[in-house]
């Protein structure tokens, strides 16, 4: 059984710190989302390492929004439709493609600087678009410079308060109403932050598996602190790999962009065979799910592990100029993008998945709320459309701090809450081997594709280490770890529940979409286990 709390404690005896709004998270929806709220409200910014340590930082292929005089919201509408594979929230989905563009102009009048083109903002294509919408920056940099104008921005916020490395280890709540966190500080002191909202924007948790195109801080915290404090999570079978991952020995899986595929690279097998055409009339810009998929198909025939991306056709200038900072990186390791076909392989790269949110990211917990990819709006539905994630962070930030905005202050900002567990002191075997351990369950059996008997395997395996939970935690790996396994158990559990294939989520055994018997969301609660919410299309 996974404790609502992972810690012992008693809030009378806890040092207060009071604020209005907590935001729990600094990529580019905690940054957005404070800068949003400071306006009218005092803002505490909570991130386990720096400013500059998230997903978002790591985002290189861009921002989604209707720009172009040949788009139009309806268009970006039927893209996002078609890879949510039948999941997405149609109203949610609406409001990201009419709001985005504003909230992109805003990014700008805060200092990020999308590439231009005599004049013109500098759109590109991307895998599933109809048409080009993508905003870049720096040619791949785009997550960078949003984190790196937001950060500023923060800095000259008088009312954002900015905790760096602390850890957020558990929501509090009382009687379904979330009354702030508990953090541990970096000396290692626990506080109590109380405020009228409290916001997740924790990001994803890309590092469930060993393979992930994200940084290490992306460990599920937001959602499985909100999943043991009572909100509802949706849809955690769908995770997103992503099909292009540098794959070199002595490299890191380096995210090698969707926008490289949408400036004409092809996908090679081992033998130099285009193989695209033989999945999918899309070729490379299919969607995500199917190009992972086939890859790891051409992997499996050719008895490789990787496959090659190849864009030789395009001149070295123009290479340098897109994609300066794969063509730095690759050329670290020996490879040169312009000239040299690069081994590439799948990796774990997006959750659709998270805490549930109606259209104003407010959960069914009272006061609590969620944003970017700790959040499940309904946007992405079983598979996400390039680059909507950072519009959509925007987007939801804003209506968040406008329903924030309506709340009343706390009447108690310190109730009487006690935990006493009696935990035992953590086994000798070491945090890190139990993190490994478990990534390498989650690759093997709940992976790009799975089937009955290895998700079960997982969940048993899994399962095993559910004593962690009685044990005394005190450090951040501890933290991270609870969490983990927390996601990690209902990714298994969810994958097992859906006995279909659609969008990122696919089983072998049940490899046909099922719209007659899976037309709805997977709902997890930790009192009430596995649930459903049927699919209601507008």
Known sequence: MIPPYLIDFSLQDLPLVETDVIVVGSGIAGLYTAIQASRHQRVMLISKKSLFESNTRYAQGGIAAVIAEDDSPDYHLQDTLIAGAGLCAE??????????????RQLMQMGAEFDQVNGELALTMEGAHSHRRILHAHGDATGYEIVRALA??????????????HFAIDLVTIDEECRGVLVQRPDGERVYVTGKATVLCTGGGGQL?????NPDVATADGVAMAYRAGAIIQDMEFIQFHPTSLCYPGAPRFLISEAVRGEGAVLRNIKGERFMEQYHHQLELAPRDIVARAIVSEMEKTKSTFVYLDITHESEEQVKTRF???????????????????????????????????????????RLFACGETSST??????????NSLSEAIVFGRRIVERINMLAPLTEPVPHLAVDENRHELPIQAVVERRLKLQKVMVRYVGVRRDDPGLKKAMDELHRQIGFFSCRLSRKEEYEFANLLTCAMMVARSANWREESRGAHYREDYPERNDAEWSKHTLLHHKHGITEELIHHV
């Not at 598996?209 to 195109?213: D, E, P, W």
């Not at 900072?325 to 959750?351: F, K, N, Q």
């Open 324 to 366: 300066p900072t794969i063509y730095e990186t690759c050329l670290r390791y020996g490879l040169d993008l312009s000239s040299d076909w690069i081994p590439v392989a799948p990796a774990a790269h997006y959750m659709m998945g998270g805490v549930k949110t109606d259209l104003n990211g407010e959960t069914n917990i009272n």
């Open 152 to 165: 500023e921005y923060v800095k000259t916020c008088s009312n954002i308060t900015l905790w760096d490395d």
């Open 378 to 387: 309904g946007v992405h539905g079983a598979n996400r459309l390039a680059s």
């Open 91 to 104: 109203e949610a989905v609406h409001a990201l493609v009419h709001e985005g563009p504003d909230g992109v």
């Open 209 to 213: 598996y060993r393979y992930t195109t």
